[in-house]
């Protein structure tokens, strides 16, 4: 035991100290409502998210939430509304580690920019959307934490007021974002009508007792319509046509955020619920359909769709884009293979996955913010040459590159081959196959960008480039954390499996 | 008399398709936005007669919910209307055409 014991409700102290940083901008704002200080308004936002990230790693070590003789026991707040385990725990370390990155990034990338304190306090308004997310219990806080992740995103979106490309994003991703989070509502509201409760707990047990087998329709529309909801959370197809868009017009930082913690926290949400609330041997019996078989679909379609669709772009952030589409798909994995005795295996090494493509991910969107930085256009025929100019950075990029590809001795080698092997022991051939057929396609696309930096010769020559001290720290931090995260998985695999059997 | 949950339903249900269609067809920003409503209040209608139905009130505390959400969403939405019309000077969807597969 603790000698000093803190109260239950700081077991939220990362999205609580999110949330505080965020207002702490909108006071500073209110003092100076001009400021265009980046010193001080990054500064916060940077102390804040990384002072977020410490105490979620420090919880998540003293053992907040973990269930063993030396932990804490999973703590419930607010009547069950949230519950903070491993799980939350690890999906707030994520989201706190992205958060941290492209706040730091985002001070050299957003400099000239006339709302710098309304630019970092949403960044941060929707990071605290995403960790209350993490610990969300009940489907009334997951979609109002759902909401709070969604809005200040579109706005971050089209936050390049002048600029058509930033708008029509932010447009395209609002419209498809309201539409699904309206469907989402509906799916709440007909689990609700066929259970009579909210709380995914109360939920799992009407269905349990089964109390719901009167209303099969409405249960199963509504898990149907959940599904789409997470769907566009996750940019997973059918609701991923926002997603090459808005990270396309989006500032750069911007897409990073978006394609890593927001992808996350779908996920952890996802992970919940369909493990929470709906027991799959109960649920089959009322509606009559694995649920998991939408899944094991969900995710062949959506890896083969961004892989495919990533191979055919001339557009670097583009490419990024759908293969962010494509990742999705491999973390749905996580869902799919839970029918099977290996389920928190899987769902464990879905976790691994979006840990590890926290960094990688963040990174290769932070080295198109640099290049944007830099002004030196969006083909892969402009970024032709850079390695002789910026070596660092562009070591960094080809760290990143090979590890979304898979390539053996980094990070994200290691999350795919823990899917490829537990997707084979839940009996998953098909999505083990495709798992492997789509990395080797990736490998062309990924490999595709190395070779223009380092290879290829520049096509006309250019100055010496400037090295923008925040978006540099960014990107090798990203880069160094996805190269050690190779001695260091041990740890990841068991924190994620943890998490991962805490649910399952 | 009270009214038959299964006519709730089936209200609600025909105002979310009442509202997809819109989604669907409309190309003004606007009346997306409307159909956008009418979506969200199916569901509130749902939550509300199902609240009534189970006898708990849940559901309707969370439809309280569920009116402001959709308050901040149009906030958010008629913001990015807004600065869509000053780049584009139209609030026509299909017009924004910068980015393509």
């Known amino acids: 035991m603790e000698p000093i014991q803190l109260p239950e409700w700081t077991a939220l102290g990362p999205a609580l100290l999110l949330a505080a940083t965020a207002i702490a901008l909108f006071v500073v704002d209110s003092i100076s409502p001009r400021s265009t200080n980046r010193n001080v308004l990054a500064g916060i936002a940077t102390t804040g998210s990384l002072a977020a990230l410490g105490v979620a790693v420090w919880f998540s070590m003293a053992g907040v939430g973990a269930t063993g003789v030396d932990g804490f026991g999973v703590i419930e707040l607010f009547d069950g509304q949230f519950v903070v385990d491993q799980l939350a725990l690890y999906f707030m370390i994520i989201v706190a580690v992205v958060t941290a990155l492209v706040v730091v990034a985002s001070y050299d990338y957003m400099a000239g920019h006339t709302y710098q304190a309304e630019y970092y306090s949403l960044v941060l308004l929707a990071a605290t959307g995403m960790a209350t997310m993490a610990a969300a219990n009940s489907l009334v806080t997951i979609f109002i934490a759902l909401e709070l992740a969604s809005l200040p995103s579109y706005a971050l979106v089209s936050i390049l007021k002048d600029n058509r490309g930033s708008v029509e994003a932010g447009l395209k991703y609002f419209l498809v974002g309201a539409l699904s989070s309206a469907i989402f509502l509906y799916g709440i509201s007909l689990v609700y009508g066929a259970t009579g409760y909210l709380q995914l707990g109360n939920i799992a047990s009407v269905i349990e007792a089964g109390d719901a087998a009167a209303y099969d329709g409405l249960l199963g529309l509504g898990i149907l319509f959940l599904i789409g909801g997470i769907a566009f959370k996750t940019a997973s197809v059918p609701f991923h046509f926002w997603a090459p868009e808005a990270y396309e017009g989006a500032p750069a930082p911007i897409s990073a955020f978006l394609s890593s913690a927001s992808k996350a926290a779908g996920f952890v949400i996802a992970f919940r619920v369909f493990t929470e609330a709906f027991p799959l041997e109960a649920t089959a019996g009322v509606i009559g359909i694995d649920w998991t078989v939408a899944f094991v679909a969900l995710a062949i379609v959506t890896m083969t769709v961004g892989n495919f669709a990533a191979a055919t772009q001339d557009n670097v952030k583009r490419m990024l884009a759908y293969s962010s589409i494509g990742h999705a798909g491999y973390a749905l994995i996580g869902l799919a293979g839970l029918s099977a005795d290996g389920g928190e295996l899987v769902m464990g090494a879905a976790m691994m996955h979006l840990l590890v493509y926290g960094f990688m991910n963040t990174g290769a969107f932070l080295f198109v913010a640099l290049a944007e930085h830099w002004g030196v256009g969006r083909t892969f025929e402009d970024y032709n040459g850079l390695g002789r100019r910026a070596p660092v950075a562009c070591f960094a990029l080809a760290i990143f590159m090979f590890s979304l590809a898979g390539i053996p001795p980094l990070g994200g080698f290691w999350s795919k081959y823990f899917l490829f092997s537990s997707a084979l022991e839940a009996g998953l051939l098909v999505v083990a196959a495709a798992l492997v057929i789509n990395s080797a396609l990736s490998l062309y696309y990924y490999s595709r960008l190395v070779k223009a930096v380092w290879i290829e010769d520049p096509v006309l020559e250019r100055d010496a480039l400037t090295q923008p001290t925040g978006l540099y720290a960014a990107i090798v931090v990203a880069a160094v954390m996805t190269v050690v995260l190779l001695p260091g998985f041990g740890p990841v695999v068991d924190t994620a499996l943890e998490a991962a059997a805490a649910i399952v | ?101």
């Open chain 2, 1 to 101: 008399m009270t009214v038959a949950i299964e006519y709730y339903v089936l209200l609600s249900m025909g105002l979310f398709c009442i509202g997809l269609f819109g989604v669907l067809t409309r190309r003004n920003a606007l009346m997306f936005l409307m159909s956008v409503e009418l979506l969200l209040n199916a569901a509130n209608i749902n939550l509300i007669a199902f609240a009534f139905y189970h006898g708990n009130l849940t559901g309707q505390v969370f439809a309280l919910f569920a009116m402001a959400l959709a308050a901040a969403e149009v906030a958010v939405g008629l913001g990015i209307i807004l600065v869509l019309y000053r780049n584009f000077r139209d609030v026509d969807v299909t017009v924004p055409t910068t980015m393509r597969w």
